[in-house]
């Protein structure tokens, strides 16, 4: 048998070996060599055939990857240092004219007893003593008279060497050009301003670089074990230590590390990045400046990995970077569509086909914004139909009526009603489609899922299924109604994504009234800007995914744009999104009416929408005429009232309007009322009508539809 040996305590820890093996010429009992470990004792050569399991290069050079975080980092600081002293070259010129002048002060002072000839000083002196005591003494006289004659003629020479030195030294200095003047300047300065410096006082200041986090692996281990995810040691030992797969090493603008727990811990990674916020608190940063992520297998990981990245300071703060969309000619929505960046600058990209998504977050923080980026890589692919519903009835999405098949705004009765229609539609559509597929050969469609082919060939668009706050048109239907709306949109993101629909939803805080949990979790795609707390996070993230460490929660009112994007159900990132502001989608949705009439699939509301088609010629209509036609695209009818109402919801500006000045205004852009009461489920009230309205608008744009 193997004997069981004990691994040699170094310094009071384990040190881990692999030993060699041999086999021995005597077979076990069932036949099979035996086998016996090298380092047993009674083997002379065990300590020296004992290999160390030690790493043979230094942490920060066994990955190309940590060689180039240490060479970029290491530029950085170069190109900091430089910047940091050119700025400060004035002050080093002061400092080195007075060091220079110290050091001549110096100079001269330590070549005065060698220009006075001071080492013959001493026996002049005690010569002229004797000479005065011994005045009869004519050799005594003699010799002082010899030694005064020689110390003088060693001070004419050595003051005359000096003083054709100064005299070359000035000449040539004059005579040379600027450039050799400025080089024999420094030449004289330099070894003056040393001599004249002190312990104290030195030419160039001596900085330390801004890092606000300065990471080492003492640190991250104290770290660790204060948060309760290393066990205490004993005494003088410590306890057990993480082993640093890579790191600590500066990258980009904070630290990186790759780290495996110790065995016989019973932690795990998932441990880790559950204590984000007491480990972030013991390296003194803020929890958002700690980012944290398990590193699977297909990496070279293992359950107790951990790759952890510690910016300097918040990495989702500065000027928000403009989306990559602006400048597209075309899009593919076949292809991943560009979404934003994470802490460390890096590029994400988000694919949609076959996903549902879910924006959820508190009002003012970027939610809409982030969810219209979706839609806007949609505007501008030809082969994508857009089915568009705003529950806040705003200006946010009112630049889709030049694209969208159909588009509901607000959420009043007739709205909801458009709603109800649209998602009939859609489940009509959707059965159509699959009775197509289902009859499609497998060489054309070898999945039964839609293809790049089948959509141009047999005219079946990618459907985008964009509804905003969600929650409004919920809480505005009668309970049958509500949960006829919530199964159709279930089915929708059920089986529509095979039929090549993509629903891109969005709410606020979506608790089980306003968004109810079979149609969440139901959707793959999850993104969540701010929200109050951790159980508000995984409403929208998904149910535990604050204790895994994706949490909305952390995030500030300073972070706009900014949140957490779950892409499965252990991968999550957070983001903060590119921006895409409204003046800048309000021109994707013209390019993308442009397209779609290139490629004839302009359809639906897009066509019949006078506004948009104005917009499009460039010509002019006046504002308010364009927003009450957008109000009323659900009915033909609406009382004064309620399209004040409307209004003010549209745009704050409309907010001192009155019934007198919306007449006004609407008289003065050409609207000609046939009459001023109209009845509305049998109320008659002062109110417009639509077809008065459409008559003000230019007839080529009429007939154009």
Request: net charge neutral.
């Amino acid at each position: 048998m193997t004997d069981t040996l004990t691994p040699p305590v170094v310094n009071g820890h384990d040190k881990p070996q692999v030993s060699l093996l041999k086999f021995a010429d005597k077979p076990t009992i069932d036949g099979t060599p035996e086998v016996e470990a090298v380092d047993r004792p009674d083997n002379p050569l065990a300590d020296w055939l004992t290999v160390p399991d030690v790493p043979i290069l230094p942490p920060w050079a066994r990955s190309v990857a940590s060689l180039k975080a240490n060479t970029v980092a290491l530029g950085r600081l170069c190109l900091w240092h430089t910047r940091y002293h050119l700025l400060r070259i004035p002050k080093y010129a002061f400092r080195m004219t007075w060091l220079a002048t110290k050091g001549l002060w110096r100079a001269v002072r330590g070549l005065w007893p060698t220009l006075t000839a001071h080492d013959q000083t001493a026996p002049v002196k005690a010569l002229r003593a004797q000479a005065k005591a011994s005045p009869e003494d004519v050799e005594t006289a003699a010799r002082y008279a010899l030694a005064h004659r020689q110390r003088t003629i060693t001070r004419r020479w050595r003051w005359g060497a000096a003083a054709v030195a100064v005299a070359a030294a000035a000449a040539g200095w004059y005579l040379a050009p600027p450039l050799l003047q400025a080089g024999m300047t420094a030449a004289a300065m330099v070894p003056l301003a040393y001599l004249g410096r002190g312990e104290d006082v030195q030419l160039l200041d001596n900085p330390t670089p801004p890092l606000r986090v300065d990471m080492t692996a003492q640190q991250l281990n104290d770290a660790l074990r204060a948060a309760g995810l290393l066990k205490q040691g004993k005494g003088d030992d410590e306890g057990p230590r993480v082993t640093c797969v890579m790191g600590p090493v500066r990258d980009g603008r904070g630290w990186a590390v790759i780290f495996d727990l110790p065995k016989g811990g019973g932690k795990t990674a998932a441990d880790v990045l559950a204590k984000r916020t007491a480990i972030a608190a013991e390296l003194g940063v803020d929890e958002i400046q700690v980012i944290a992520s398990r590193v699977r297998a297909a990496a070279g990981g293992n359950a107790g990995r951990v790759s952890m990245w510690v910016a300097d300071d918040d990495p989702y703060l500065g000027d928000p970077v403009p989306s990559p969309l602006v400048k597209a000619e075309t899009f593919s929505v076949w292809d991943p569509i560009p979404f934003g960046q994470d802490a460390r600058g890096t590029r994400i990209t988000v694919p949609v086909m076959w996903q549902s998504l879910f924006f959820g977050g508190l009002p003012r923080r970027g939610k809409t914004f982030t969810q219209r980026l979706m839609t806007a890589a949609g505007l501008l692919d030809p082969y994508v139909r857009h089915y568009v519903a705003d529950g806040k009835g705003g200006a946010d999405w009112m630049p889709m009526k030049a694209v969208a098949h159909r588009l509901v705004m607000g959420a009043e009765d007739d709205a909801v009603e458009a709603l109800k229609s649209m998602l009939k539609e859609l489940l009509a559509e959707m059965e159509r489609r699959f009775v197509l597929l289902r009859g499609l050969p497998v060489s054309v469609c070898p999945e039964g899922k839609l293809t790049p082919a089948i959509v141009e060939k047999y005219n079946l668009p990618v459907i985008f299924v964009t509804i905003d706050e969600l929650q409004e048109y919920f809480t505005a239907m009668e309970r049958d109604d509500r949960e006829q709306v919530i199964n159709d949109l279930c089915r929708i993101a059920r089986r529509g994504p095979a039929a090549g629909f993509i629903c891109n939803f969005a709410s606020q805080r979506p608790d089980a009234d306003s968004v109810p949990t079979k149609l969440r979790e139901i959707i793959t795609l999850r993104y969540c800007t701010q929200v109050v707390d951790q159980t508000s996070s995984d409403m929208v993230l998904g149910k535990g995914k604050a204790a895994q460490g994706a949490d909305a929660s952390v995030l500030s009112e300073d972070h706009k744009g900014t949140g957490v994007l779950v892409t499965g159900p252990a991968s999550f990132v957070t983001v903060r999104a590119d921006f895409l502001p409204g003046p800048g989608f309000s021109e994707l949705c013209q390019r993308g009416r442009t397209l779609r009439q290139k490629h004839n699939q302009l359809t639906g509301d897009a066509v019949q929408d006078v506004t948009a088609a104005a917009d499009q010629a460039g010509l002019t209509i006046a504002a308010v005429l364009s927003d009450c036609l957008t109000l009323m695209r659900h009915t033909a009818r609406m009382h004064t009232v309620d399209l004040l109402q409307r209004l003010e919801n549209l745009d704050p500006e409309y907010g001192d309007w009155d019934a007198e000045r919306l007449a006004r205004e609407l008289e003065d852009a050409g609207v000609k009322r046939t009459t001023k009461q109209v009845n509305i489920g049998g109320k008659n009230l002062a109110g417009y009508r639509r077809e008065d309205l459409e008559a003000a608008v230019p007839p080529e744009l009429l007939d154009a539809r």
